[in-house]
Structure formats: structure tokens, C-alpha cells
């Protein structure tokens, strides 16, 4: 089992920034890839971000690439998701993730949030226009 627990979430002015944490607990960490999803209201989850155990690879999606970043320390057991130039439209419950996807597996398999087996219980974002 691994225990997932998100912080730094908040209320933000638009063209701000915000730093959201991810604390692992129990089996080992680094072995899992981890990704960052979302769910606005009314809207599917959907996937932000995500990187492999080594921390080597990272994958975006459009609508964030060039905004966030994500990274991880596998010694504190923690990843991260420094968010800036913030939008409106990035107004939502922050979720990150935890599964086992094996180096070298094609990008798409970091973007389905069915490839994660265990999931943190969300942050709440929310960015003023």
C-alpha cells in the first residue's frame, strides 16, 4: 500500500504561482511513477502531469506545458507540482498519484488515470480572475 497526501493547495490571483506537495507513505516509493491529475466541477478528472521513478522523464498535458512543472525526492518520499502563470480554467481539485509503469512505457500509459493505483484525497485550487 502506498498513503498519499497532497497539500499547498489555496486561493490565487491569476498570474500567480502556488507549490503543490505529495507525501508518500508505506511501500517504496520510488518505485512508482507518479502523476498530478485535476477534476474541475461538473468535469471529468483529467491528467496534468506525471514522471517516471527515476525522475528522468516527465509528460504535460497541452494545456499546461510550459506553466507547471513537476518533480520528485525520492529520498523525502515526496513529489512536487510548482504551478505558475495560473489561469482560471486551473480552478480545481488537485490529485496526485501513484502506479507502477515500468521505464521506457509509451507516454500514453502516464496519461490514463487507470494505470494509478493509489490516489491522495485532493487539494483544493482556485484561481481569481
Known amino acids: 500500500q502506498v498513503q498519499l497526501v497532497e497539500s499547498g493547495g489555496g486561493l490565487v490571483q491569476a498570474g500567480g504561482s502556488l507549490r503543490l506537495f505529495c507525501a508518500a507513505s508505506?511501500?517504496?516509493?520510488?518505485?512508482?511513477?507518479m502523476g498530478w491529475f485535476r477534476q474541475a466541477p461538473g468535469k471529468e478528472r483529467e491528467f496534468v502531469t506525471a514522471?517516471?521513478?527515476?525522475?528522468?522523464?516527465?509528460y504535460y498535458a497541452d494545456s499546461v506545458k510550459g506553466r507547471f512543472t513537476i518533480s520528485r525526492d525520492n529520498a523525502k518520499n515526496t513529489v512536487y507540482l510548482q504551478m505558475s502563470s495560473l489561469k482560471p480554467e486551473d480552478t480545481a481539485v488537485y490529485y496526485c498519484?501513484?502506479?507502477?509503469?515500468?521505464?521506457?512505457?509509451?507516454?500514453?500509459?502516464?496519461?490514463?488515470?487507470?494505470?494509478?493505483?493509489?490516489w491522495g484525497q485532493g487539494t483544493q485550487v482556485t484561481v481569481s480572475s
Open positions: 498519484a501513484a502506479g507502477f509503469i515500468p521505464l521506457g512505457d509509451p507516454a500514453i500509459r502516464y496519461k490514463d488515470r487507470g494505470e494509478y493505483d493509489y
Open positions: 514522471i517516471d521513478w527515476t525522475g528522468g522523464s516527465t
Open positions: 508505506g511501500r517504496i516509493f520510488s518505485s512508482y511513477a
